[in-house]
C-alpha cells in the first residue's frame, strides 16, 4: 500500500531526519519529555528491562523479586531503557509504578501526546543514532545528555493523535499476522515463515518511522480526531 506524502516540506537541518513537513516544529527531546528521577520503594508494579519487549514496548509478565529503590512513574509516562538502547526498550506506562534498573522514566510536557513520544524513539534511525552515542563497552548506556538534546519532530498536538492512532492500528495488524505465523507450530519454524516475519518486522519499523517523521502523510486514513 501506497501512502500520501504532505503537499510542502521543509529542510530539518538534522541529517538522519532529512526533510519535514513545513508546519511542524522541530525540538529537542528535553523540551518534549521530562526527566523523572524521584526515587521509591513502594515495589508497586515493578518495571524493570527484562519486562519491556524489544521494539514493541509490549510487558511481559515475569515472577522476578526486585529490590532496592527505583524511579516512580505514573500512567502515561514513558520508560526508555538506557542500558545497550539497540534492544530498543520503550515502555508506555499504562499504570502508576515503579521503574528498576537502567531506565530513563520521562513524563510528556503540555502539547506532547505520550503514544506519539513512544513511537518516535521507537524509531529506527532515533535508536540508531542514541546506540552510537554509548559508553561502557561491556555495559553500554546512553546519557541523559546526549539523549535530551536529540532533536524530535513536533508536529501540533491533534497530528500526534492521529498519527499515533494510526500506528496503534496498522501496527496491530501486522502483530496479528506474526502472531498467527510463529504460533501455528506446523509453519512457525520453516524458512519461508521465518522470512515473511521479518519482513512484517521490518515493515512495521519502516511504517513507525516514516509516520513520526512526516515521510506520509496518514490524517485521511484515519477516522476518527486520534482520541
Not at 513545513?22 to 520503594?41: A, Q, S
Not at 514493541?56 to 538506557?82: C, M, N, P, W, Y
Not at 561502557?136 to 546526549?146: E, H, I, L, N, Y
Request: no cysteine; glycine share 8%.
Amino acid at each position: 500500500m501506497s501512502f500520501p506524502r504532505y503537499e510542502s516540506y521543509k529542510d530539518s537541518g538534522v541529517e538522519w531526519l532529512g526533510e519535514v513537513p513545513e508546519h511542524w516544529e522541530l525540538k529537542r527531546l528535553k523540551r518534549n519529555l521530562r526527566l523523572l528521577t524521584e526515587k521509591t520503594d513502594r515495589r508497586e508494579n515493578p518495571v524493570a528491562l527484562e519486562n519491556i519487549e524489544s521494539w514493541s514496548g509490549s510487558f511481559i509478565q515475569t515472577e522476578t523479586k526486585f529490590e532496592g529503590e527505583g524511579v516512580a512513574f505514573e500512567r502515561g509516562d514513558i520508560l526508555f531503557g538506557k542500558l545497550r538502547p539497540y534492544l530498543a526498550k520503550v515502555y508506555l506506562a499504562d499504570t502508576a509504578g515503579e521503574a528498576v534498573g537502567d531506565f530513563h522514566v520521562m513524563r510528556p510536557t503540555n502539547g506532547i501526546d505520550s503514544r506519539f513520544s513512544q513511537y518516535q524513539i521507537l524509531n529506527r534511525e532515533f535508536i540508531a543514532i542514541v546506540d552510537g552515542s554509548t559508553f561502557g563497552a561491556k555495559m553500554p548506556r546512553v546519557s541523559w545528555d546526549f539523549l535530551s538534546n536529540m532533536v524530535l519532530t513536533t508536529p501540533p498536538i491533534p497530528e500526534q493523535q492521529t498519527i499515533a492512532a494510526f500506528l496503534d492500528r496498522e501496527t496491530a495488524k501486522i502483530d496479528a499476522l506474526i502472531q498467527a505465523m510463529t504460533g501455528n507450530v506446523s509453519i512457525g519454524q520453516t524458512k519461508d515463515a521465518k522470512s515473511m516475519v521479518a519482513l512484517l518486522q521490518e515493515r512495521r519499523t519502516a511504517l513507525i518511522s516514516a509516520a513520526v517523521t512526516g515521510k506520509i502523510d496518514v490524517r485521511a486514513l484515519v477516522f476518527s480526531d486520534g482520541k
